[in-house]
C-alpha cells in the first residue's frame, strides 16, 4: 500500500494508522447522537449482525457512519445534505479515498431505512456475501 500525505490534516495515511486521531471525539459524538434512520438500522440490524460493525469509524479523514473491517464494507445512511451539489461532491471524494485503501461504500437514504428496511439488510447482507467471494478469490 502507499503511503498518501493528507495535507489537509497533515496525517500520514498508512498500513499501521489509517485515521486521523483528531475525529475520534467528534465520532463519540455523532455515535451519541445518530439520526432516526441510523439508530434503526444499528439497533434493529447491525449490531447483532454475525459480522462485527463499527458506528462512527473513523477511515483517515472520514468518518463512516457504519464499518465492517472484516468485510472492508462501509455503510452510509444520507441525509438531504448528501444530495446538494456539495454533498454529492464530497461524497464522491470520500468514496475514492477509502477505495483506494480497498473498502467498498454502500449507501441508502433515510427514506429507504424507514421505509423498505428488509431491503436495505438484504442488500447489505448482498455486500457482506460479495466482499466474502472476493476475499476467496485472492
Keep these: 500500500m502507499v503511503d498518501e500525505v493528507d495535507r489537509e490534516n497533515d496525517t500520514i495515511m498508512n498500513p499501521k494508522r489509517k485515521y486521523n486521531k483528531d475525529l475520534i471525539p467528534l465520532s463519540q459524538e455523532l455515535r451519541k447522537n445518530m439520526t432516526p434512520a441510523e439508530k434503526h438500522l444499528w439497533y434493529d440490524f447491525l449490531q447483532n449482525h454475525p459480522k462485527q460493525f463499527?458506528?462512527?469509524?473513523?477511515?483517515?479523514?472520514?468518518?463512516?457512519?457504519?464499518?465492517?473491517?472484516?468485510?472492508?464494507?462501509?455503510i452510509e445512511v444520507d441525509g438531504k445534505q448528501h444530495y446538494t451539489e456539495e454533498g454529492l461532491e464530497n461524497d464522491a471524494q470520500r468514496t475514492e479515498f477509502l477505495k483506494h485503501y480497498g473498502i467498498t461504500v454502500i449507501r441508502f437514504k433515510n427514506y429507504q431505512v424507514r421505509d423498505k428496511f428488509k431491503w436495505v439488510c438484504q442488500c447489505i447482507d448482498e455486500a457482506l456475501e460479495l466482499s466474502k467471494e472476493e476475499l476467496h478469490k485472492e
Aim: some cysteine; hydrophobic content about 50%.
Design 54 to 74: 463499527l458506528r462512527q469509524k473513523v477511515l483517515g479523514k472520514y468518518i463512516a457512519d457504519f464499518y465492517c473491517a472484516e468485510a472492508k464494507l462501509v
